[in-house]
Structure formats: C-alpha cells, structure tokens
C-alpha cells in the first residue's frame, strides 16, 4: 500500500495532455507534459521501492537460476543402464542355434574378420595409440561398411603423420582429417566428432581412451555399442555387448525377442539378462560375420543357412521351383514351333520385420552418435 501511494502523490504533481489516434480516431492519447525527467523519476522510484514484489531483484547468490551469462554448466553423461528390472526368459533351443551358427562362422571368412576395428591397432605400437586406433576405427564404422572404414582408417593413419595418436590427430588440421575419411557416411561430422573427442581425451583422461561404459560415451560420436567393443578390444573388458545392426537383425529374426526390440539398446539389454556372460564377448563378431555373408538384410541366403535346414529359423524363406513352359518359334523356312520347359526359383519376400527395423535403425545410429537413444525406462534398473 505503501508504494501506490507514493504512485498517486507523484503522479498528482505531472500533467498531461490529450491527442487523437493517428490510427484510430476513437482512440485518445495521453502524453507526459512538462518536465520530461518526470517518467523516470518514477521508473526509478518504484524500482528502488523494496516493498514492492513486482521484479525484485535476487540478492540471494546461492540462488540456481542465477547463472552468469555466456557460461552454461557441464552436461552430465546420461549412465548407461546395465540390466533390466524383470529379466528377459531365455529362447527355446537358443544354445542348438547359438552352437551351429558357431560352426557355420567356423567355415566362412567375412570382412569383419579381416577389416574389422579390431585390426585397427595392429598397425600401431604403443598400447595408448593401439587403443587410440580402436576408438577412432569404431567411431568411423557406424553406417559405412568395414572395407571402406579399414581403408579409410589407413588413410587418416597416413594423414596425420604414419601414427594414429592423440597429439597427433589434435595437430592435424580438419580439412586434411576430412579429406581422408570423406568415403564413410557422415563423414563430416565424424570429422567433427574425432577432433572434439580427442581434445577430450588429451584434457580430461591423459590422453587414453576411458576404462568405463559412461566416460566413453560422454565422447562426442560415441554410442554404447562402441562403448562396450572399445573396452573389449582396447581394455580387454568384458562389461557388456555391443549390439549393432547385424546383431539386432538377426536376433529379431531368430525370434530371441518375445516382442520384436525397437533399438540396438532395447537387443542388447535382453541379450545380457539371459545370454551367459561368457559370450557377451563373441557374439558380435560371430552375428556380424553371419550377417555379411549369409544373413544379409535383404535376400538373405537362406538356402546356405544351416538353421534353415534344422527347422530352427522361424524367419527362414523356402525356395520352390516351378515349372514353365515357353514357346520358341526357330527362325527356319518351317517356322517350327519348340516348346521349352523352364525351371525358376521363387521365393519368398524377405521376413517383414527387416524393411520396418531397417528404417529405424538407420534414425537410432544417428542418436547413438549425439548420445541420445531412447530407452525404456519403465523396465530398466540402473547398476
């Protein structure tokens, strides 16, 4: 009450007078007359006024909302979650499938046994540049195929100076990194990803790669699958799989899923509550080889699959033949007319659950790279 009437008090000492709307002839409007320094003797009067609560000013410094401008808090990396709060049951026959896929992979090369980011640190020889190589191998793989991220590893190697290192990757300029990592998908934001990473790496871990699940993916460009396989390759830790697109392929269409998983996190969190920990190591190298070479994403070669034979693939296409006859007229004075019959194979369309998880997949890498995978939350347990 206090401050109104020091409102009407000075307001009682102003005059002022009266015009026409330019605009609207209906509308009259008041200007200050007289002194001009009135109004804001006002403003501050009223803005000195402690009584009143309209826009107070905050004294207290411990306040949260008062931050200084230009400077934002550090973002805290999200944990990643370890295990579901109900386990997954484990498939029927998983360990009869598990077991001949094995074998099968026992019997093929892929390119992943010899292009694979594991390859990446052999070319190197001291052990922080071995697991530096791994890290940036897995970080240029997402959604380029491992020919083309072995070579394109190689030229980088070359780029920066002969050795793929910290110092050296933080010294190169990122035209020069670009140039040599343009055949990869997403190749200029990957060049982004490895300069900003590695800084991280040279400022915040001794310029070494982290030996937890959570640091690694607090790196820009660097999601859980790549997580979980650096730790194994680089540290020779066994914390988790590594769940990519070959993986939840495949998975999905051996029906380990009781509802088919949206994501490469949704795979991985049910392989791991029921898959034995000692094979959370292999199974990504043995799937993706599986996966380049007979279970391919599209037109898989079912006809080559063990699983197909054993009846153990709910997914499995059966090949039929049948036959047709086609006409052939002999280009002879005669015109005789042949009769052929004609054997073709029919197949059928590739399963339905590819062409729909392929199109998610294609988002879901995407949001590993910038750390941002939806999870369900509802069921999971954080360890």
């Known amino acids: 009450m206090a401050s109104t009437s020091r409102i009407t008090r000075t307001t009682r000492s102003m005059s002022f007078k009266a015009r026409p709307s330019a605009f609207n002839a209906n509308v009259t409007l008041y ?20 009584s009143t609560p309209r826009k107070r000013q905050r004294t207290d410094a411990s306040s949260p909302k008062k931050v200084a401008k230009g400077k934002k808090s550090p973002k805290k990396p999200k944990p990643i979650p370890q295990a579901l709060s109900i386990p997954h049951p484990a498939p029927e026959k998983w360990r009869e499938v598990y077991d001949t896929i094995k074998d099968m992979r026992s019997r093929m090369t892929a390119p992943v046994d010899k ?7 052999h070319k190197e020889s001291d052990p922080k540049n071995r697991r530096f190589a791994t890290l940036v191998s897995l970080m240029l793989s997402s959604q380029t195929k491992d020919e083309v991220t072995d070579a394109a590893v190689t030229k980088l190697r070359a780029a920066v100076g002969g050795t793929l290192s910290v110092e050296a990757v933080i010294a190169a300029d990122e035209s020069v990194m670009s140039e040599a990592i343009n055949k990869v998908g997403f190749w200029r934001r990957k060049t982004g990803y490895i300069k900003r990473a590695t800084q991280m790496l040279h ?4 310029s070494d790669v982290p030996k937890t699940v959570d640091e690694l993916c607090s790196l820009p460009g660097v999601g859980p699958k790549m997580a979980f396989l650096a730790l194994q390759v680089a540290w020779d830790l066994n914390h988790g799989i590594g769940v990519d697109v070959h993986v939840h392929r495949i998975t999905n269409r051996l029906g380990w899923h009781q509802k088919p998983t949206k994501n490469p996190e949704e795979t991985r ?9 000692e094979f959370h190591r292999e199974i990504n190298h043995m799937l993706v080889g599986f996966g380049q070479v007979i ?5 898989p070669r079912c006809d080559m699959c063990d699983l197909s034979t054993k009846g153990l693939c709910p997914s499995a296409q059966k090949a039929v033949k ?19 019959e004609v054997e073709e194979d029919i197949k059928y369309p590739n399963p339905p659950f590819d062409q729909e998880s392929m199109r998610q997949l294609e988002n879901t890498t995407k949001k590993e790279e910038d750390g941002d995978i939806s999870i369900p939350t509802p069921k999971l347990e954080e360890t």
Do not use: I, Y
Not at 203 to 206: A, N, R, V
């Open 203 to 206: 400022d915040d871990f001794d």
């Open 115 to 121: 292009m694979g980011c594991d390859q990446a640190q």
């Open 269 to 277: 969190l049910n392989l791991q509550s029921w898959l034995p920990t």
């Open 31 to 50: 200007e200050l007359a007289g002194k001009p320094s009135a109004l804001p003797d006002l403003k501050r009067e009223l803005e000195t006024d402690e």
């Open 322 to 340: 049948r036959s047709k006859r086609k006409v052939v007229v002999l280009d002879s004075p005669a015109k005789v007319k042949v009769e052929l």
């Open 295 to 299: 279970c391919l994403p599209v037109g």
